[in-house]
């Protein structure tokens, strides 16, 4: 059972850690134009 299980778990753990780097980027896009609407606006 578990031999079967360990490639999609594999898988699915990269799938995790491309996923949060991704949202990780996205908040720091998010930081960056927040910053610059602020810069923007002052």
């Known amino acids: 059972m578990s031999r079967h299980l360990r490639k999609p778990v594999k898988e699915i753990s990269a799938a995790v850690k491309q996923l949060t780097s991704a949202i990780t980027r996205m908040g720091d896009w998010a930081a960056k134009a ?3 609407a ?3 606006t002052a």
């Open 34 to 36: 927040r910053a610059l």
């Open 38 to 40: 602020h810069n923007a």
